[in-house]
């Protein structure tokens, strides 16, 4: 088995939301719209995303998202010692059947190259959906399915999400940011 370096770690950890907050961060109003995804102008791939997304607003009636998620992050940050500096504002993503985002890493150009840490929240339950498997390259493999479970990760591992086949996948997304981009 290869070894990867240290920075190439996830922090899964179950049940961090309620089956109530999910139902609630699930019913955040919309609408849901096409999740728009920047590519390299010379990037010939089409329909890299095709899910939905509700972008959530950055103010006192979503703190409580960040605050519940915070000391995860600085536990995982242990480990990796990025200089991080902020949040970008959540959003909700639903993937109905069909609905996928191939192979990509979570940083780019302009305001996304601060990206340092992914983070995704389960907000459906297991047996809600088929297909919809988050899935890591190199080699990190399958994420277990679970209700309220954070998993957090470096922007720069290349991830996807296989097509839904049936039923919706609801996560909520957000990313840590650093005030430089990787070097």
């Known amino acids: 088995m290869p070894t990867f370096p240290s920075t190439y770690v996830r922090h899964i950890i179950p049940a961090v939301f309620t089956p109530g907050e999910c139902a609630q961060l699930r019913a955040t109003p919309g609408p849901f719209v096409e999740a ?16 939905t997304g509700v972008q959530m607003a950055h103010e ?31 959003a909700v993503l639903r993937y109905l059947p069909g609905q996928h985002y191939t192979w990509h890493v979570d940083m780019g150009r302009d305001d996304l190259a601060s990206r340092k840490l992914a983070v995704i929240v389960l ?20 994420c277990q399915r679970g209700l309220g479970t954070v998993i957090i990760f470096p922007t720069f591992i290349p ?11 609801f996560v909520l997304v957000a990313w840590v940011h650093g005030d430089r981009p990787f070097r």
């Not at 995804?37 to 095709?50: A, F, I, K, S, Y």
């Open 159 to 169: 991830h996807r999400v296989t097509p839904v086949t049936s039923g919706e996948r």
């Open 60 to 90: 006192a009636s979503t703190d409580w998202i960040v605050d519940r998620l915070h000391p995860h992050i600085l536990a995982l940050n242990q480990t990796l010692d990025f200089d991080l500096q902020g949040w970008a504002s959540p």
């Open 36 to 51: 728009k995804v920047q590519l390299d102008p010379d990037d010939p791939r089409e329909n890299v995303r095709t899910s």
């Open 123 to 142: 907000l459906s339950e297991s047996g809600a959906y088929e297909g919809g498997d988050l899935e890591w390259m190199p080699d990190l493999g399958l």
